[in-house]
């Protein structure tokens, strides 16, 4: 009997934690090299490398969520300790929060987009299930 960590994986387990900082980096859950997404935001329908099926990928608004969430999570107590700290005038507290509640959400979307199509993948959701292998396209 052996005691290695690859023992105790079921066969075909899926590890949840490298696929999901496979897809921060927007690549393929599975292989890591190909992309998940072209032109900003639509998923390709398979990966380039590996030729996992990504048509199976339902994000929906979860991204949309999780980018608010995380924004305005740090935007928000930041906008606090900026105020009492240093009393900007209004309108320059306005233009830098803007731009920096932009930029963030423009940055963050995609990842979460990744990290949610990758999730998926991971926990065999939707069409990533047990009946279709990884990495055969359909």
Known sequence: MTDSPAATIPEGDRPTMPALAKGW???????????????????????????????????????????????GHIMAPLMHVVYFSWRPEPLVMFTVFTIGCIASSLYLLPRMKGIVIAYQWARRMHGFGKDTPAGQGQ
């Not at 599975?30 to 048509?55: A, F, M, P, R, W």
């Open 25 to 71: 980096r927007c690549r393929c859950p599975e292989c890591g090299k190909g992309k998940i997404l072209h032109s900003y935001l639509k998923v390709n329908s398979n990966c380039s490398h590996c030729g996992l099926d990504l048509t199976h990928a339902r994000a929906d608004d979860g991204p949309a969520y999780l980018t608010i969430l995380i924004v």
